[in-house]
C-alpha cells in the first residue's frame, strides 16, 4: 500500500545512500546498538521529520528522546502501516568470545523476519529471513543452519560489510549437495523483491 519502514540505517547506509533517501519512511526499527546498525547522525534527522523510531532498551537510551518508543520482547506494535512484533534473541559473540549488546529482531507482517546480529532463536517459524551471513562469529554454517531453525522458505543474505563475505558464494554453497529446502535471493543495494 506504498508503506515503507526501515530497519537499521547505519553507517553503511550512508556510503551509498543520503538521509534524504529515507524521505516518506513510516517508521525506522533499530535492532542494536552498533554503528553498522545504528548512526545518531540518521537517527537525529528522521526525529526531526517526525518519523517514528522503535529501538530496544539499551538502543533507546542512546538516541535519548521522548519521541522514540522503546521495546521489549514480544511487544506486539503497528509501525509505518505494518504489524511488527520485537523478538529478543542474543547478538552473535564479540571477537574476543563476549557477550554482544542487548539485540531485538521483528516479524514484520507475521511473514518476515530481521534479526540484527543474532543467529539463533527458539520458538520462531517464519517463511522469510533476512539472514546475517558473516559477523565476528556467524560463519555460513551458522546461517544455514538458522534458516533451518525458523524453517525459512526464502532467505535474503545480510550482514556481509563490516566482516566481508560474498552473499553469492553463500548461495551457491547452500545448494550443494542439494536442496536446502529454502530459496536464497540475493539483492543488490536499492533492489526490492516480492515476499
Same mark, same amino acid.
Request: hydrophobic fraction near 40%; aromatic fraction near 8%.
Given at each position: ?28 526499527? *533499530? ?48 509501525? %509505518? ?24 529482531? *521483528? ?15 527458539? %520458538? ?48 551457491? *554453497? ?22
Amino acid at each position: 500500500d506504498g508503506n515503507k519502514i526501515v530497519i537499521d540505517p547505519g553507517v553503511h547506509f550512508l556510503q551509498t545512500h543520503t538521509i534524504e533517501d529515507l524521505n516518506g519512511v513510516g517508521a525506522v526499527l *533499530y535492532t542494536h546498538q552498533h554503528s553498522d546498525h545504528y548512526d545518531e547522525r540518521i537517527a537525529i534527522a528522521l526525529l526531526a521529520q517526525g518519523v517514528a523510531i522503535y529501538a530496544n532498551q539499551s538502543t533507546a537510551a542512546l538516541i535519548k528522546s521522548e519521541h522514540v518508543t522503546t521495546v521489549h520482547d514480544g511487544d506486539i506494535f503497528t509501525a %509505518g502501516g505494518f504489524e511488527v512484533i520485537a523478538r529478543e534473541l542474543p547478538h552473535c559473540l564479540l571477537p574476543n568470545g563476549s557477550e554482544g549488546p542487548q539485540n531485538t529482531g *521483528y516479524v514484520v507482517n507475521g511473514a518476515f523476519f530481521h534479526p540484527g546480529d543474532g543467529k539463533e532463536i527458539a %520458538g520462531l517459524k517464519v517463511t522469510n529471513l533476512a539472514l546475517p551471513i558473516s559477523g565476528p562469529d556467524i560463519s555460513m554454517y551458522d546461517a544455514y543452519a538458522f534458516a533451518k531453525q525458523v524453517e525459512a522458505k526464502v532467505v535474503i543474505p545480510i550482514h556481509y560489510q563490516a566482516i566481508p563475505a560474498d552473499p553469492h558464494v553463500f548461495a551457491e *554453497y547452500i545448494t550443494k549437495p542439494g536442496d536446502p529446502g529454502f530459496e536464497v535471493r540475493v539483492l543488490a543495494d536499492g533492489e526490492s523483491t516480492e515476499l
